[in-house]
């Protein structure tokens, strides 16, 4: 069945340095793709989404392409901020448009100031 | 506008009680979904309503049942509780409008724990 695969954490980075979190996925058909951001105590937010193969979803400084060739969907940011510590979940819809997501086990992300 | 509340935000039942959680969907949406997300794993998809019917289903025991009321909210029920039901449990809601694929807004959760 579809899958998504997240890698593993905790991911510590210092304030302002470069940020990878990898997501690959497995699907049958064409899937919507997205990134889930949840704070401490809350639920989750959508960050960015994408719905087509070479997409780009972008917010906050976040980006993540949709790359159909390696099933791929990572997320980067340029500069992180101690702000950004957060749980980060990669998702996709299956099937594209019914909202019932199929998630990955999450990437919780530290920035040090 | 007060997105998608639920409630109780955390309770304490004993194995094979039974607990009922709900939800409020954003205003305009009249879809739930409901998820499940233990101690540090994603959220699985337990299942859907729309139109006061569940529309699709995870792969979760009878023992967890829905419903959906005219005014869109939701409850989430389950009974026989075990120890590994003991979980966050979100509640989404969204617009079905012709499939259009349209954000998903998520509550806080509620945190169950069965001891």
């Known amino acids: 069945g579809n899958s998504v695969t997240q890698m593993e954490g905790p991911v510590t980075l210092s304030e302002e340095a470069f940020l990878t979190i990898n997501c690959t996925y497995t699907?049958?058909?064409?899937?919507?793709l997205f990134w889930y951001v949840q704070y401490p105590g809350e639920g989750l937010q959508l960050l960015l989404k994408?719905?087509?193969?070479?997409d780009k979803g972008s917010n906050k400084g976040f980006e993540a392409t949709y790359r159909k060739e390696t099933t791929s969907f990572h997320l980067e940011k340029g500069s992180v901020q101690v702000s950004d510590s957060a749980v980060y979940f990669c998702?996709?819809?299956?099937?594209?448009?019914?909202?019932?997501?199929?998630f990955g086990t999450g990437t919780r992300l530290k920035v040090l100031a | 506008d007060a997105g998608v509340t639920q409630s109780p935000t955390h309770l304490i039942k004993t194995r094979g009680q039974q607990v009922t959680l709900r939800c409020s969907p954003k205003?305009?949406?009249?879809?739930v979904s409901w998820y499940q997300q233990a101690l540090g794993q994603g959220p699985q998809f337990i299942f859907q309503?729309?139109?006061?019917?569940?529309?699709q289903r995870g792969n979760f025991p009878d023992r967890f049942s829905g419903h959906q009321f005219p005014n869109y909210s939701s409850e989430l029920n389950v009974n026989a509780l075990l120890l590994g039901d003991s979980a966050l449990y979100l509640c989404?809601?969204?617009?079905?409008?012709?499939?259009?694929?349209?954000?998903?807004?998520f509550g806080q959760g509620t945190r169950l724990t069965v001891v």
């Open positions: 699907a049958t058909g064409y899937p919507s």
């Open positions: 205003s305009g949406h009249d879809t």
């Open positions: 309503y729309y139109e006061e019917e569940e529309r």
């Open positions: 989404a809601s969204s617009l079905t409008k012709g499939w259009k694929n349209t954000e998903a807004f």
């Open positions: 998702a996709l819809s299956d099937p594209p448009g019914t909202y019932k997501y199929i």
């Open positions: 994408a719905t087509k193969a070479d």
